[in-house]
Nanobody, 127 residues
Framework: QVQLVESGGGLVQDGGSLRLSCAVS????????MAWFRQAPEKEREFVAA????????DYVDSVKGRFTISRDNAKNTVYLQMNSLKPEDTAVYYC????????????????????WGQGTQVTVSS
């Protein structure tokens, strides 16, 4: 059974930083492309960032480019999302997701491609 557990969310002021972690169990992380999505109240779930199985490819939604960085430590079976220069519009529940079927250097923004999801962690940015 594959499980994803997010942590690191919280309340931060406008311009602050947080680092989210997603611990993966039940499967070797290196076999999965990983992504972060977020969902704000009364909004659709939104792609945030993705990283390929080998870490060689990353992708970001335009609104977070230059502020967020996705990374992975396969030895620790953990994926990270470093979030800097946070803005109130970044407030959302953040979810990590695993795609077990993708090619080694590919990423996707399509949520339907992700097989497993975490329970989410709340990020609140105050103005």
């Amino acid at each position: 059974q594959v499980q994803l557990v997010e942590s690191g969310g919280g309340l931060v002021q406008d311009g602050g930083s947080l680092r989210l972690s997603c611990a993966v169990s039940g499967r070797t992380l290196s076999s999965s492309a990983m992504a972060w999505f977020r969902q704000a109240p009364e909004k659709e779930r939104e792609f945030v960032a993705a990283i390929s199985r080998n870490g060689g490819s990353t992708d970001y939604v335009d609104s977070v480019k230059g502020r967020f960085t996705i990374s992975r430590d396969n030895a620790k079976n953990t994926v990270y999302l470093q979030m800097n220069s946070l803005k109130p519009e970044d407030t959302a529940v953040y979810y990590c997701a695993a795609d077990l079927r993708t090619l080694i250097s590919s990423t996707t923004r399509d949520a339907r491609r992700y097989d497993y999801w975490g329970q989410g962690t709340q990020v609140t940015v105050s103005s």
